[in-house]
């Protein structure tokens, strides 16, 4: 498994050091156990978990900037992107947030396992995260949790101003219907990256979005409503 992770690393342009590798293999280990007693990802092959789970987390990593210290994801799951991540960015401060705690308790547990010291977990609902954690982040990010126009809500309030939030989307269809939410949170975005997976060479897009100026503290709405009523 060893030598086709590096080959996917390769393939993707992605730098890691052998330690990392390890961390990362072990990691693979811990989920595919777990996996069996408690559903962690539909995805059973473990090649096909390094691809579209390792590297899809992996491919934010030449989006990191040296000066985002402080880095949220939210609606982690199994670790992804922000387990991944913490791995490979041991200097930066990592809160993996899911309102499911037997995923965090899986998180934790992983963590611990892992030796890593810059990971913190919380299973709270994003929207209640905001009253200990406001304008808090330098990076934010979330994959596969909900539509861009909601996620915009969960992340804005919890990002520093110039703070960027970069969502993985499959593709660009939910930008369209996003503008109003990204006006009414003060954001922009900066730009739109396109990868492709290593093996499959299905398309993956990132989208690099700015906090550009403090927004009203009635955002986020009440837990639940972003989803129901988004902006
Ligand atoms: C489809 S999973 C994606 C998990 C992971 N990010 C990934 O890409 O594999 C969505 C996760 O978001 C969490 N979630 C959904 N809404 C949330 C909210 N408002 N606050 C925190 N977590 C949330 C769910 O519990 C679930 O674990």
Redesign the pocket.
Known sequence: MKDYFEQLLKKSNIKLDNSKVEILLKYLRLLTEKNKVMNL?AIRDEKEILEK?FI??LLLSELFLHTDKKII??????????LVLAVAFPEKDFLL????RK?ISFIDEAAENLGLTNVKTSY??????VTKSRSSFDLGL?????NLRIILE?MIPLLKVNGRFLP?KLNENELSESENALKTLNSKILKIHKFRLPESNDERIIIEIQKLKEISSRYPRK?GI??KKPL
Request: one cysteine or more; charged letters at 25%; hydrophobic letters at 30%.
């Open positions: 990802t789970h899809d987390s994801d939210i609606g982690t799951g199994a670790g992804f992107p922000g947030v899911d309102s499911v995923k709270e609902r994003a929207e209640d995260l979330c994959r596969g949790v909900a969960y993985q837990t972003p989803a």
